[in-house]
């Protein structure tokens, strides 16, 4: 635990984008939180969900294993995936302890606590609610889906997400973490599905226009099929707006170099491609732009540089 006096940041999110960003932030002098979506209704997650009446543990998961200090066999037990074929089939052991320390504890979030406590974990993670819900998706269409692992299947423009049942509950500690802190940091990831799910909630919106931090959205590098294909940056920043208002956000953070070629060509076989950053568009909508190359260029596959977004976000304190 970090002393009372270091300065509160709260990330925001879920998807692959967040564990990334949370992997740098750990070992800063910061009392960090993490506020994480239980929106996911695939895969194990899914299917624990509907089989044990608790909120999708994934994305906890992954969290937890970016913010351990444990052993990295415990951490590569954490993370491991049974193979497909039988009972324990795509189950993976973290969803189960996961699972497992919520019956024991009988809730969700004290399930939680203690396997950070058992996994050494740095900062406090917050699930968004203590409860499952359901995402849905109105499309520009007019048509209605159900479901996080089905919203972006459709491939069609999403006009807005929603969830249900309402009211949801949020978590009060998470609601307490963002009316507190210091900095808080809207995460790469998912924009419909992993990263709007948690500020739609009124009362986690209306703590965000409370709070005195600044909050600062990371821009996704590429776009996402079925989510944002063709957004740019301020297309991101819009639909931020368009759900929340346009009072919750006060700057983003870009990534300014050209994309290598390597990548693009990765990334075409998913329908994806970099996010054009329309830099003056941005700023005419109030936002400051805050650019960097912040890209890991050792990676295989296009990732946020946790190492140089921590020592920036640092740096805005």
């Known amino acids: 635990m970090g002393n009372s006096t270091e300065p509160r940041v709260v990330v925001i999110g879920g998807g692959t984008g967040m564990p990334v960003l949370l992997r740098g932030l750990k070992d800063l002098p910061i009392h960090l939180s ?8 695939g895969g194990s997650s899914g299917r624990l969900r509907t089989e044990l009446a608790i909120p999708a543990p994934g994305d906890i998961r992954n969290v937890v294993a970016a913010l351990s200090d444990a052993e990295p066999m ?19 052991m973290g969803n189960l302890l996961l699972a497992a320390m919520a019956s024991m504890t009988g809730d969700f979030y004290r399930g939680i606590k203690e396997i950070s406590r058992v996994l050494n974990v740095r900062g406090e993670i917050y699930p968004i609610a203590n409860h499952s819900m359901n995402l849905h998706a109105e499309m520009e269409d007019g048509t209605v889906v159900t479901g996080e692992s089905q919203i972006p299947k459709q491939n069609k423009k999403i006009k807005r997400v929603y969830v249900s049942p309402t009211p949801v509950q949020p978590l009060p500690e998470a609601v307490h973490a963002i009316k507190s802190a210091d900095l808080i940091i809207i995460s790469p990831g ?11 909630i009124p009362e986690i919106g209306e703590a965000l226009r409370e709070t005195k931090a600044d909050v600062t959205y990371i821009c996704n590098v590429m776009t996402q099929e079925g989510e944002t294909s063709e957004y740019t940056a301020a297309d991101h920043l ?3 707006f368009d759900h929340i208002g346009n009072d919750v956000i006060q700057s983003v953070v870009v990534h300014n170099q050209p994309i290598e070629q390597k990548y693009k060509k990765a990334y075409a076989r998913e329908n994806a491609e970099p996010v054009i950053y329309d830099i003056d568009r941005i700023k005419s909508m109030g936002i400051k732009v805050i650019e960097e190359d912040i890209i890991d260029h050792s990676q295989p596959m296009l990732r946020h540089d946790t190492s140089k977004l921590a020592q920036l976000l640092h740096s805005m304190l």
């Open 74 to 92: 415990l951490l590569d037990l954490f993370q491991h995936r049974f193979a497909e074929g039988n009972g324990l089939s795509g189950h993976s």
């Open 190 to 200: 998912s924009l419909y599905t992993s990263i709007l799910p948690n500020i739609i």
């Open 34 to 41: 993490a506020i994480v979506t239980v929106a996911d209704d």
């Open 238 to 240: 819009q639909a931020l």
